[in-house]
């Protein structure tokens, strides 16, 4: 059974870098149909998508975080990786990763991290 | 951006009874190179990831009781939950996968028991 697990500092700085790990477990990265997934939740809030990754490197983001985003893979050591810059209070979420089929839905997600921004 | 909006945003009914939630695209969700409908729902209980329910408008995914059912076409769809159970209580989530990799979801809808 395919798991996914976030992991990171839960507290970050305004101004400074947001930095999280997904590991995957039960299953191989290198997937043809299948992309890996950043989705945020502010807290008591709806979903949003932050970008996903092809096994082989390629990336999409969402176009109102693009210039702050970037999303990274590793598939020999099965995980992807988050990086967003210059936070502030409104990226203050649980991060979500997830795999995509390609078609289009979420059919695994992990449990979530909160990703606070804060002095 | 498609823009996926759900109404309404939150109700409570009575267990048993019969519950209907609307998602509405701001274009089409009927691809011409699947002619299928590109809308997912997801079920997000308390303290919980969500969870798919269903895919291609109308496909339950494996597992999720047959009182969970899909329909709509072009741009308004609707996830009906038949006799209400406690544990249906949840978050419902449309999502539109018309334009991947890029994807969107509906504000949600707050299921409770009256």
């Known amino acids: 059974q395919l798991q996914l697990h976030e992991s990171g500092p839960g507290l970050v700085k305004p101004s400074e870098t947001l930095s999280l790990i997904c590991t995957v477990s039960?299953?191989?990265?290198?997937?043809?149909?299948?992309?890996w997934t950043w989705i945020r939740q502010p807290p008591g809030m709806g979903l949003e998508w932050i970008g996903s990754?092809?096994?082989?490197?390629?990336?999409y983001y969402n176009q109102s975080l693009q210039s702050r985003v970037t999303i990274s893979i590793d598939t020999s050591k099965n995980y992807f990786s988050l990086q967003l810059s210059s936070v502030t209070a409104a990226d203050t979420a649980v991060y979500y990763c997830?795999?995509?089929?390609?078609?289009?839905?979420?059919?695994?997600w992990g449990q979530g991290t909160l990703g606070t921004v804060s002095s | 951006d498609i823009v996926m909006t759900q109404s309404p945003d939150s109700l409570a009914v009575s267990l048993g009874a019969r519950v209907a939630i609307n998602c509405k695209a701001s274009?089409?969700?009927?691809?011409?190179?699947?002619?299928?409908?590109?809308l997912a729902w997801y079920q997000q209980k308390p303290g919980l990831s969500p969870k798919v329910v269903i895919s291609?408008?109308?496909t339950r995914e494996s597992g999720v009781p047959d009182r969970f059912s899909g329909g709509g076409s072009g741009t308004d769809f609707t996830l009906t939950i038949s006799n209400l159970q406690a544990e249906d209580v949840a978050v419902y989530y449309c999502?539109?996968?018309?334009?991947?990799?890029?994807?969107?979801f509906g504000q949600g809808t707050r299921l409770e028991i009256k």
């Open positions: 039960g299953g191989s990265m290198y997937s043809f149909n299948h992309y």
């Open positions: 274009q089409s969700l009927l691809h011409p190179t699947t002619n299928k409908h590109h």
């Open positions: 990754v092809f096994y082989a490197g390629s990336t």
């Open positions: 291609w408008a109308s």
């Open positions: 999502q539109q996968y018309y334009t991947p990799p890029r994807i969107t």
């Open positions: 997830a795999r995509r089929t390609y078609d289009g839905w979420i059919d695994y």
